[in-house]
């Protein structure tokens, strides 16, 4: 049957890890993935943004006025592959339950999405990652649905993997992963994932409305939170738009500011950064909707 979940208003702000945003008036929660291929082929190629758990993600304050798809429970799970050899996954299973189930059944390799928000396809999408690690190591193939409603397999080797980027194509809705096994043991998993989440929240901000580091690093030895601290940018303040007093490359958004003056805070931060370094920094988070 077409389209089992109605079209939905979707309140931004609840939608993203910041809290910005207006209205979506048009977004789509496809259940499971015949409800999905089946909006696809009638939409006929027709432009979606594809959220995910909204954590990389600044949302405009007049909302967005094109379609967005939005995953549910249904593109939830973690399975074996028949040969055991592989770990398929549902494309919204948030990244902390594929590093605690990877845990219980002695597979490295995944310790670090412990401490990583958001679910698998925002994280394959952005390769994200963190401590030397990123979703490149982990990976061994993409499937999903183009826009057109074809469905495609891509092999990690067919992906370029750059760092907190991938040329995944954004007419890409991603459905499942499929990810690479390595065996270890249940202590030396376990105790990488408490280093890492404990050397997390030594250096970042938790529990705060942010969505994560605004700026990609410049390269691996100039960060871009010594960038913004050095030009004074840590000290800016547009009417509650403000860094982390933790980490200066971390927005933080407890005055519950406008996306407007967050935007302002960004490029005057932007300018002031070139002005005193000569080095362009540019957007890790991405800024969504109507202008
Ligand atoms: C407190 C905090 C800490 C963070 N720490 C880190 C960190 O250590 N390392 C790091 O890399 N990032 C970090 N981030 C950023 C963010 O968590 C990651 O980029 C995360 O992978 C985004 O996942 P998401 O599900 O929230 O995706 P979203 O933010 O919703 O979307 C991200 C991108 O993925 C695309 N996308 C989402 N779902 C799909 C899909 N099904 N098919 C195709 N495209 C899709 C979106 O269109 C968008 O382009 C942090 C963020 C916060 C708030």
Known sequence: ???????????????????????????????????????????????????????????????????????????RGINFTQDKKHLICGAATLKKELSNFALKNNISGFEFLSCIPGNLAGGVKMNAGCFDNSFS??????????????????????????YRRTNIPNDFVITNIIFKIKKSNYNVIKKKMDLYVKKKSISQPEKIKTSGSTFRNPSDKVKAWTLIKGAGCDKLNFEGAKFSGKHSNFLDNSSSASSKNIEKLISLTIEKVKNKYDVKLNLEIQVVGDK
């Not at 190591?137 to 750059?162: C, H, L, M």
Request: glycine share 10%.
């Open 1 to 75: 049957m077409l389209q089992k979940t109605k079209n939905r208003i979707l309140d931004l702000k609840k939608n993203c890890w910041i809290g910005t945003g207006g209205i979506a008036s048009n977004t789509f929660f496809p259940e499971d993935e015949k409800d999905l291929h089946n909006y696809l082929k009638i939409k006929n190629n027709k432009k979606f943004f594809i959220l995910g758990n909204g954590s990389n993600i600044l949302f405009r304050d007049k909302g967005y006025s094109g379609k967005i798809i939005k995953l549910g429970k249904g593109f």
């Open 137 to 162: 190591d982990i990976v061994s193939k993409v499937v999903g649905y183009k826009f057109n409603g074809i469905k495609k397999t891509i092999s990690a080797n067919k992906i370029k993997f750059r």
